[in-house]
């Protein structure tokens, strides 16, 4: 059984910051590409950040120079620094990654935690 649980979602005024965390659990032999998604109401899921093991990293236009992905690979765990929060922003943030149990690679969703910005 494989989870990802993310933590760090809330409430932050225009301009603020917050850092989202997702730690993978289970019997993972290696975690490959993490990153973060997020949707918004009447809107499609959208990807936000990756990076890979080897710390490769893709950003979404909307949010290049203001968010920062990182993982920490010994602890199965990836990170979104979210900078300079913009009232569109606002959605569930989900956490997502490809794992290797048993050999085989698949790709796991958290169950996402919400990101309000809001005067």
């Known amino acids: 059984q494989v989870q990802l649980v993310e933590s760090g979602g809330g409430l932050v005024q225009p301009g603020g910051s917050l850092r989202l965390s997702c730690a993978a659990s289970g019997s993972i032999f290696s975690a490959e590409t993490m990153g973060w998604y997020r949707q918004a109401p009447v809107k499609q899921r959208e990807l936000v950040a990756s990076i890979s093991r080897l710390g490769r990293t893709n950003y979404a236009d909307s949010v290049k120079g203001r968010f920062t992905v990182s993982r920490d690979n010994a602890k199965n765990t990836v990170s979104l620094q979210m900078n300079g929060l913009r009232p569109e922003d606002t959605a569930v943030y989900y956490c997502?990654?490809?794992?290797?149990?048993?050999?085989?690679?698949?790709?796991?969703w958290g169950q996402g935690t919400q990101v309000t910005v809001s005067s």
């Open positions: 997502n990654a490809d794992l290797v149990l048993d050999s085989i690679l698949r790709n796991y």
